[in-house]
């Protein structure tokens, strides 16, 4: 290349593709082919990134109604830890319930929220949300009827309904129930409801079904299977401003709205390509996290897992790309109540996935943290074991975290030990310890439920994850 910048007319360019030939100014066919497999490689690994999101719902719906035998109008409810092992980075001490509906299917939706401390609400298809419910939601936890429109369904206002409408068809409908009481917590769930606004007068009961035991998966789908999901729910949703482009850099790879997937294989091979880089490139976005303001104190390793600057994923002059793909490859879901904002409600997420001196934890080495006295929460707060390929809990057959509401052994001082290894520590107490599986790695999230003033103002600070082995 020219130091101007210019491309020779003949001659050869070297680049990160190798040398790239012109011949009179026009690439070589050995060129143009070499061009057109990166760029159409480049453009699926950015479309696995855009796609995440969205694909975390298809997956589970998809489990929903395969796995569960759960209707797109039924709840399904996750109590125990081993309900939970398929869901991306849940917390192990709080009830779930959850359901994808379609609204092309049922018109207008009805979710009713009993009265009592719940947070939640819903979400379209990519994770934005149409509204919080509980705690956090216009009820301010008295419950209420929440009634959700279709992207194409008439503006409606009925009194008493809390009236959103939803930009695609399909729906996530959200629950967490926060009364430590299991009589109490039984009956918010049994009060969760969701039914066609058609069938107001007379809905059907709700029914509440269990996973039972029964093995499932809500990570993404990989190789192939992700592109054939994704051209699925690109035919059914409306396409919206914002991924057009996105949606035009799929069509040399055989993705388009409204026409058959047919790959060639040389489709096939870029795109199966294109979602293992582009979950390596998840990986290393996730837990690297390269964003200003990631750290929660400038000395520890703890970090905000959710970088959102708004829960619609924009920032004033751009989508946040980066901090979307960052939370929707290692979690689900996102809410006014889950952005750490308001003081004595709501939740806050700090994760680590590095030790003290910065290190990559490793699921063959025993660990500790040690969490001072008088942790800032109104409610409660809990510490998590992920496995870091999953993103799921680190499936060890035993409960995969601890919290403040676990009979744990405290230290004089009023602090708390944890251990993290795949033995229990010599001479501690095993309601200390979290098991994690040599050969691997893990990431931890550090939950506060209801964070109050001396989290906010960074008074109290959290130690970090230190080997002791």
Not at 440 to 445: A, L
């Amino acid at each position: 290349m020219a130091p101007d910048g210019h491309l020779p007319t003949t001659g050869s360019v070297a680049s990160r593709l190798g040398n790239l030939e012109l011949q009179n100014g026009f690439p070589t066919p050995a060129t143009i082919e070499k061009v057109f497999d990166d760029l159409d490689f480049q453009r699926g690994c950015q479309a696995y990134l855009w796609a995440l999101p969205l694909m975390a719902m298809v997956q589970w719906q998809q489990e929903h109604l395969a796995k569960f035998g759960a209707g797109k109008f039924d709840y399904v409810d996750y109590l125990s830890f081993q309900d939970k092992l398929g869901l991306l980075t849940a917390n192990a001490t709080t009830p779930y319930i959850m359901a994808f509906p379609n609204l092309k299917e049922s018109g207008p939706l009805v979710l009713e929220i009993p009265a009592g401390p719940t947070a939640g609400g819903c979400t379209d298809f990519w994770q934005r949300p149409i509204t919080d419910s509980g705690q956090t939601g216009p009820d301010k936890g008295a419950g209420g009827r929440y009634l959700i429109l279709g992207p194409d369904d008439p503006d409606i206002a009925p009194d008493g309904y809390f009236v959103f409408r939803s930009p695609t068809v399909n729906i996530w409908s959200a629950h967490r129930v926060l009364d430590p009481d299991p009589a109490k917590a039984r009956a918010l769930i049994e009060g969760l409801r969701i039914y066609p606004y058609a069938e107001r007068e007379r809905p059907s009961p709700t029914r509440h079904v269990s996973p039972a035991g029964r093995p499932w998966s809500g990570e993404q789908p990989r190789g192939l299977a992700y592109w054939e999901s994704l051209k699925k729910i690109i035919d059914e949703e409306p396409v919206h401003q914002r991924d057009r482009m996105m949606l035009g850099m799929l069509q040399p790879l055989g993705i388009e709205k409204g026409k058959p997937f047919s790959p060639t294989p040389r489709q096939r091979t870029l795109l199966a390509d294109a979602a293992m880089a582009g979950e390596v490139m998840a990986r290393a976005i996730a837990y690297q996290k390269r964003f200003v303001g990631a750290k929660i104190w400038p000395d520890r390793r703890w970090e905000k897992s959710l970088l959102l600057a708004e829960t619609n994923q924009e920032a004033p002059h751009h989508t946040q790309f980066d901090e979307r793909t960052s939370w929707f490859y290692e979690a689900v879901g996102v809410s006014v109540g889950m952005m750490g904002r308001a003081v004595g409600v709501g939740q806050v997420y700090l994760e680590a996935a590095k030790d003290r001196a910065g290190h990559w934890l490793d699921g063959g080495r025993t660990y500790r943290l040690t969490v001072p006295r008088d942790v800032p929460v109104a409610q409660f707060w809990s510490v998590t074991v992920y496995d870091n390929e999953t993103r799921c809990f680190v499936d060890t057959g035993v409960q995969p975290d601890r919290s403040s509401r676990d009979p744990i052994t405290t230290n004089p001082d009023g602090s708390v030990d944890l251990f993290f290894g795949p033995r229990a520590p010599s001479g501690r107490p095993e309601s200390n310890w979290i098991r994690t599986l040599p050969g691997k790695g893990w990431f931890s999230y550090f939950r506060l439920y209801g964070p109050m003033a001396a989290y906010f103002d960074r008074s109290w600070v959290l130690g970090d994850i230190e080997p002791v082995d």
